[in-house]
């Protein structure tokens, strides 16, 4: 598996059309690019249509302004038999300062989808680099605690 069919960088610079009165970002205009970059990551793996069957957890931890710059990163983690996690870090850039911070990380799930509609086999995963063996511990250890509740 090539490691740019597994991960993604995208950018994406926040306008007032993003923003509540006081500047700062909506937290759903933030998801969906969330949302975007993982699926991205998730059908270039797959190969084939792809849907999010979850967003496991997103955690915001500050705020977003107009003016910033906002950096996606995207990679897969894991794979099951018809599904994928991929994970999102989010960093915004003050494009004036120059100061980037993490303001954001998320887990997604999608599902590959054969021409009908129905969940299809999707390529597995051998994580390659210590970082992306790790990530790959760290979603197997989120599927047994989600399967032990």
């Known amino acids: 598996m090539n ?15 993003n923003a509540n009165p006081n500047g700062n970002v909506h937290g759903g205009d933030i998801m969906k690019l969330i949302d975007d970059a993982a699926g991205v990551v998730a059908m270039k793996h797959a190969r084939s249509t792809v849907v999010t069957a979850s967003i496991d957890r997103l955690d915001f931890h500050r705020p977003v302004f107009i003016g910033n710059l906002l950096v996606l990163k ?26 980037v911070n993490h303001i954001a990380s998320a887990y997604l799930t999608f599902v590959a989808l054969d021409e009908d509609g129905k969940p299809t086999q999707v390529p597995s995963y051998q994580p390659q680099s210590e970082d ?18």
Do not use: F, W
């Open 74 to 99: 995207a990679s897969l983690n894991a794979t099951g038999r018809t599904s994928m996690e991929i994970g999102v870090r989010v960093e915004a850039e003050d494009l004036k300062k120059g100061s």
């Open 3 to 17: 490691k740019a069919d597994c991960q993604i960088i995208m950018s994406h610079m926040m306008l007032p059309n």
């Open 132 to 149: 992306d063996q790790r990530r790959h511990r760290e979603a197997a250890e989120r599927k047994r605690c989600y399967y032990k509740s």
